[in-house]
DNA sequence: GAGCGAATTTGATCTGCAGCAATTTGAGTC
DNA sequence: GACTCAAATTGCTGCAGATCAAATTCGCTC
């Protein structure tokens, strides 16, 4: 069997980002190899980034090392804006990543000048914050199985209900994202099998088979 | 001993909404008794509100009634802007509250045509943002103890480091904003109390003298 | 200031998830 | 294809915080 390690097909990137990318806002390409940082928390914020194919994690940590991961970025997102004038996270490439980045300023200036600047900026921004604000109702409220299914959902959703879902995030990483211990992220994938909610594909654990959305809707409170 | 219930005194109104609040873009003014709802989820966004006196929560609710609460808005403050065409959360007064209110539209009108629009615009969404960031970390990853003492600074914080935190919000609340129990947070705040981090003023347990904010500070990791 | 319902505290017990440890599985290398 | 190290699973035990249950205190009204 074929096995590719890294292979987020490329999503349909959304009106807005492609208003933006499509007039070649975005100048040059880079390249992050696994586990590399992007940038790091307190860093002054630069540049901006678009993700070409691959897969990236931005967290904060606590100085004993706890990590809460805030948000996974795949291809086609664009990450990097939001920040204000410096870094309030780190970012990290999970997999080898190909990224389009251009200058925060210019692509501000960009936006200033057109008519619909502002309300492409008011959008972008709009879905991080109702991404966090989804996200603290599943971090403070949410049990342990809430909490997987709607990641699954999360991102099949996102990577527009492929077949295959392949994950290109440890189980670490899921833990870190959904606040809770890679174990516990491990046990709850079991328990979904068993369930018959979804199966592993291949010789992997991450990829995998939602064999009933339905289902894991329901259990996503 | 004079007992008022709500007493946070007007803190000083930060550089932005002075900016905007100083030139009469809040037309109008409006009171809501105390659990009164300011507006509901899923309505559509159609004015701004700033605080003048009082308190705000706005939350999010799962179907089985589980609550989660994102933010409390204090005098100063300014909500419902960030929000998109429809509001993702509901937001109610905690007591009786006093707000200006301006349409949502006009505001962002002006905001366009002025130079600095834009980046007053993206100071509040930054802000907004980072309270979510920093809150996910809380709720993925501190304790209970490390929750409340970041709460408890939080708010002492947010109200000019008051000699007398007069809570607005009850227990319950301050559990939904933390993801804990009333329980837990009751316990908590005696456990400081007897460390001799904090103590109860007056005849209320809603009158909180923070007795060590550095050794507060050392909780919150 | 008496009376009443709501808020808060405090205690006792329970439980979902954490923490630790031992296998098992898988990806990468020679 | 054997070897190696990291990732993931699974089992067992422990604990932080939830849940249940009384008191106690507070705030409000008459």
Chains 1, 2 share one sequence.
Do not use: W
């Amino acid at each position: 069997m074929l096995l590719r390690t890294n292979t987020s097909s490329i999503r349909p990137v959304d009106g807005h980002l492609a208003a933006l990318a499509g007039e070649r806002v975005f100048c040059s390409e880079f390249r992050y190899r696994r586990g590399t940082e992007v940038f790091g928390e307190g860093e002054e914020t630069e540049y901006v980034y678009q993700i070409i194919s691959g897969a990236v994690r931005t967290y904060k940590l606590l100085s004993d090392g706890r990590r809460q991961i805030s948000s996974f970025h795949l291809p086609g997102d664009m990450f990097g804006l939001d920040n204000g004038a410096s870094h309030r996270f780190t970012a990290e490439a999970i997999v080898e990543t190909r990224v389009r980045i251009t200058k925060r300023r210019s692509l501000l200036e960009t936006m200033r000048s057109r008519e619909s600047g502002a309300s492409i900026f008011l959008g972008l921004v709009t879905r991080n914050l109702q991404h966090a604000e989804n996200h603290m109702l599943l971090l403070g409220r949410k049990t342990a199985l809430e909490r997987v299914a709607a990641f699954l959902l999360e991102i099949d959703e996102r990577l527009g209900h492929p077949k295959v879902l392949v994950l290109p995030m440890s189980r670490r990483d899921i833990a870190d994202y959904l606040g809770l211990t890679l174990e516990t992220v491990s046990r709850t994938c079991s328990t979904l099998r068993d369930r018959k909610m979804l199966k592993f594909e291949g010789a992997t654990q991450r990829q995998i088979v939602l064999l009933d959305r339905n289902g894991l809707a329901e259990y996503d409170a």
